[in-house]
């Protein structure tokens, strides 16, 4: 927003100052190096990591805790808090190691990628490398830091060379939370090619109550 504040006066166009909230210090809070997302990744790769121990490298890392976003969760010894555009939203720790160690196994994605449907079919082939190195082999998820149950639903042989006893020198770990931010540069860099068009969604009240509208909560959505 900021920089098409610049282009505006750049251009000579005639425009109103309207304040935005700069939301650059919580973007590089969540996915700038050695943020939330990198501490998390770095943590996954440790087989023997904790709930606790991520808890402790998250809160005691140095661009968390210098982030004026960020804070320990009052109540609990593993959660933290991140201060959004929106308002403070407060995160456990617990399994959260476990979810961004998923992935989806090769042989799964090339099996609906050969599906019969072609909305199924169109959606797996885009996915594309989303779950490389992700379960050839059966001990591909041990080489990743995870307990193994779902890569053991890969060929036990180690199909390429990933199973027990196979070269895991070749295997990457790709974390949920790597795929996902890929993902959204990706779209990013789709949508700068567009010329998008935007809905602005107003909630009328903070209840979710029908046919009631607060109009200074409104207003305020609106400024």
Known sequence: MFLLHAEYEREGINWSYIDFVDNQDVLDLIEGRMGLMDLIDEACRFPTATTKDLAEK??????????????????????????????PVTYQTDHMLEKNRDFVISEHQALMAASSLPVVRALFAAAGGDGDG???????????????????????????????????????????????????AELAAKLSQLQPHYVRCIKPNPRNVRMELEPAYALEQLK
């Not at 982030?67 to 593993?78: E, L, N």
């Not at 639903?153 to 990933?162: L, V, Y």
């Open 58 to 87: 998250l809160l005691g890392g140095a661009v968390p805790a210098a982030s004026q976003r960020f804070s320990r969760a009052k109540r609990s010894a593993t959660a933290f808090t991140v201060q959004h555009y929106a308002g």
């Open 134 to 184: 992700g379960g050839s082999g059966g001990g591909a998820e041990q080489a990743a830091g995870g307990g193994g149950a779902r890569a053991g639903a890969g060929r036990s042989g180690g199909g390429s060379g990933k199973g027990p006893g196979g070269n895991l020198k070749g295997f990457q770990f790709v974390s949920v939370g790597s795929q996902f931010k890929r993902q959204l």
